[in-house]
T-cell receptor, first 110, second 113 residues
Framework: KNEVEQSPQNLTAQEGEFITINCSYSVGISALHWLQQHPGGGIVSLFMLSSGKKKHGRLIATINIQEKHSSLHITASHPRDSAVYICAVGSPGSARQLTFGSGTQLTVLP | DADVTQTPRNRITKTGKRIMLECSQTKGHDRMYWYRQDPGLGLRLIYYSFDVKDINKGEISDGYSVSRQAQAKFSLSLESAIPNQTALYFC????????????FGSGTRLTVV
């Protein structure tokens, strides 16, 4: 079993829809990261969180430490949100190595 | 200029050739990483360095070597490239406190034929 599981693997939505991507993990963590990878390949960090909720524009990330679960929400989705969204967890301690999920391919249709 | 710059962006090389992927950063971070991404798999750690004199193997270091020439530069070498090293390679940096997350380069797409 992978330490970081994302669902769904693929998601197609219509422009304007509310989108949720889920991430479950099985290990202790120092923090959880949400990353965005565009078709050109580059990876951008969206959020790093260790508790509660963070919001940036139309993106919202939540984490429940007790349930070892995080969600990434996109409100009022737009075709430019089409990308791969990757969940990664950092190991506890000073090393803080990242373990990555396999990503969720999101396609938002106009 | 990008905070983390990888060169080359794309490379096709032949089996058995030695190839070096380069990474430089302007973040001033001590920690640097090399990851590999294969279709359908999460990124996997090849090597990481916490400072110029501290280099460590990751989960898939076989067939790779690294050099930390300076705080800002971290190179990945494939001593004798093989086709199953065809992948997308990413360099990343982070600060020791972990407070500021990770910064990734744009990736190097390597094809070994």
């Amino acid at each position: 079993k992978n330490e970081v599981e994302q669902s769904p693997q693929n998601l197609t939505a219509q422009e304007g829809e509310f989108i949720t991507i889920n991430c479950s993990y099985s290990v202790g963590i120092s923090a959880l990261h949400w990353l965005q990878q565009h078709p050109g390949g580059g990876i951008v960090s969206l959020f790093m969180l260790s508790s509660g909720k963070k919001k940036h524009g139309r993106l919202i990330a939540t984490i429940n430490i007790q349930e070892k679960h995080s969600s990434l929400h996109i409100t009022a989705s737009h075709p430019r949100d089409s990308a791969v969204y990757i969940c990664a967890v950092g190991s506890p301690g000073s090393a803080r190595q990242l373990t990555f999920g396999s990503g969720t391919q999101l396609t938002v249709l106009p | 200029d990008a905070d983390v710059t990888q060169t080359p962006r794309n490379r096709i090389t032949k089996t058995g050739k030695r190839i070096m992927l380069e990474c430089s950063q302007t973040k001033g971070h001590d920690r640097m990483y090399w990851y590999r991404q294969d279709p359908g798999l999460g990124l996997r750690l090849i090597y990481y360095s916490f400072d110029v004199k501290d280099i460590n193997k990751g989960e898939i270091s076989d067939g790779y070597s690294v050099s930390r020439q300076a705080q800002a530069k971290f190179s990945l070498s494939l001593e004798s490239a093989i086709p199953n090293q065809t992948a997308l390679y990413f360099c990343a940096t982070s600060d020791p406190t972990g407070a500021y997350g990770y910064t990734f380069g744009s990736g190097t797409r390597l094809t070994v034929v």
